[in-house]
C-alpha cells in the first residue's frame, strides 16, 4: 500500500530547511505543483510574503528569518553584505535599520523598506554562515571601513577570530588594513 505525499508536507520540509520560507521554484523542483502553493495559503497552510515566496506559519521564528527572507525577496545569487554580516554575528555593535543585500547583475524587485539592494560592483567571495550567503567576514569588515569606527572595527575582528570566522592568514590582513 503506497502512502500519498500530501503537498503541504512537501512545502513544510523545505521551509524547515529555509527558516519557514520556500519559494514557488523550490517547490515546484520538489513536485509541488505552482497552482498548490495559492491554494494552501487560501486554506492558511501557507502564508504569501511576496510573489513566489511563502512562509509556513507554525515553524518558530529565529534571529536570522529576516535575513534570509531579503534574500529570497532578492533573487537568486543575493548575498549580504557589509554592516549585515556583522549584524548577523552580532559584531561592532551595529544594528543597521536596513538589511544590506547584494546581487551580482542588476534587479528591480519591489522591496520592503527593510532591505537595501545594491548592485555588486566587482566579483566577490562568498560563504554560507547559518545557511545564509554572505560576504565573508573579513571582506565585510573592511567594506565597513569609513561607516564604522576603526577600533570597533578592530574589536569585531578580534571577536570573530574568537569565534573561528576569521582564519590565520584573514585576521593578519584585516588587522594591517585596519591599522594602516
Not at 561607516?147 to 592568514?169: F, H, N, P, V
Amino acid at each position: 500500500m503506497a502512502v500519498k505525499v500530501r503537498y503541504r508536507d512537501v512545502v513544510r520540509e523545505i521551509a524547515l530547511d529555509h527558516y519557514g520560507y520556500v519559494t514557488t521554484k523550490e517547490a515546484t523542483e520538489a513536485g509541488v505543483p505552482a497552482v498548490e502553493l495559492p491554494k494552501l495559503a487560501a486554506r492558511g497552510g501557507l502564508e504569501n510574503v511576496s510573489y513566489g515566496l511563502y512562509r509556513v506559519p507554525d515553524i518558530p521564528p529565529t534571529d536570522y528569518d529576516q535575513f534570509a527572507e531579503a534574500l529570497l525577496r532578492a533573487g537568486e545569487g543575493a548575498y549580504l553584505h557589509g554592516e549585515s554580516v556583522l549584524a548577523l554575528f552580532g559584531l561592532a555593535e551595529v544594528n543597521p535599520k536596513q538589511i544590506k543585500v547584494a546581487v551580482p547583475r542588476r534587479a528591480r524587485p519591489k522591496l520592503p523598506a527593510f532591505v537595501e539592494l545594491t548592485q555588486a560592483r566587482d566579483a566577490v567571495r562568498t560563504t554560507l554562515y547559518e545557511g545564509l550567503k554572505a560576504q565573508r567576514v573579513a571582506d565585510a569588515i573592511l567594506e565597513c571601513r569609513g561607516r564604522i569606527e576603526t577600533e570597533r572595527l578592530l574589536d569585531a575582528a578580534r571577536q570573530a577570530r574568537k569565534e573561528g570566522l576569521l582564519t590565520t592568514a584573514e585576521w593578519q590582513r584585516v588587522r594591517k588594513a585596519l591599522r594602516s
